[in-house]
């Protein structure tokens, strides 16, 4: 998967087109989006408020000299134990609004919160970034 991505994004940089950064950085996520679930901000307030469940995974960080910083940094599960988390705790989390859906075709992947940096990264920064978001789902679905 990363391969393909790569190799398409390196195409579109080739057409050199006006919003060619803009297409690359909505074809990574899409990529992305088809295997991971990614909560909206109402329903980690309902998460936040029951027991923790996941594990925080730095997604991308850089070496400064004295020590890593880290840029974004995801909150994650396994889709099949946020669901039995979810079924623990369902008079909490009956106002998720994942759907129907989501219960029977669960994506592998959860992603309950997003820490991120609030700097301004050039582009290439960013670049790195999405791809190393891709890169970690590529890793998650292969180890699943």
């Not at 759907?99 to 990264?121: E, M, R, Y």
Request: aromatic fraction near 12%; include cysteine; hydrophobic fraction near 45%.
């Amino acid at each position: 998967m990363m391969e393909e991505v790569k190799k398409a994004v390196e195409a579109v940089q080739a057409l050199n087109l006006y919003d060619g950064e803009e297409i690359c950085s909505s074809l990574i996520q899409k990529v992305i989006n088809k295997h991971v679930t990614f909560l909206d901000w109402q329903q980690q307030e309902i998460i936040d408020r029951l027991s923790m469940v996941g594990m925080w995974i730095t997604i991308y960080s850089k070496n400064h000299g004295d020590g890593y910083l880290d840029f974004e940094k995801w909150q994650v599960v396994d889709s099949r134990v946020f669901h039995d988390f979810i079924m623990e705790n369902f008079e909490t989390c009956k106002g998720l609004g994942l759907g129907g859906a989501w219960f029977n075709f669960p994506k592998p992947l959860t992603v309950i919160a997003v820490d991120c940096d609030s700097f301004h990264h050039s582009a290439e920064t960013m670049r790195k970034i999405e791809l190393a978001r891709l890169k970690f789902v590529e890793d998650w679905l292969a180890k699943d």
